[in-house]
Nanobody, 121 residues
């Protein structure tokens, strides 16, 4: 499956953005999807994940502020980010893994290009 992320930008603290990830391939909805982020000088970290059936999980740092969703008919995955904070600034990536969702970047073999999110204070 091929992935393409979009929707990043510059926003003030407290603002919102919605990231989108377009997935190609007939079996795209059989993949668990994850959003990860990487800030300069830091390791890539898991943000949120969603199973093919729609079960969602979040990192504690974004719980209550971010919402991951998917539209299997459109092969799209979204990350709605509300109440953004400067520490959310990072390059955000969507990733796909066959069937089983994990929070480990190394478990994912399909990655989209990053989309930059910058939150100003």
């Amino acid at each position: 499956v091929q992935l393409q992320a979009s929707g990043g930008g510059l926003v003030q603290a407290g603002g919102s953005l919605r990231l989108s990830c377009a997935a190609s391939g007939r079996t795209a909805n059989s993949y668990a999807m994850g959003w990860f982020r990487q800030a300069p000088g830091k390791e890539r970290e898991w943000v949120a994940g969603i199973s093919g059936a729609g079960s969602t999980h979040y990192a504690d740092s974004v719980k209550g502020r971010f919402t991951i969703s998917r539209d299997n008919a459109k092969n799209m995955v979204y990350l709605q980010m509300n109440n953004l904070k400067p520490e959310d600034t990072a390059n955000y990536y969507c990733a796909a893994r066959w069937m089983v969702m994990t929070a480990r970047p190394n478990d994912y073999s399909n990655w989209g290009q990053g989309t930059q999110v910058t939150v100003s204070s």
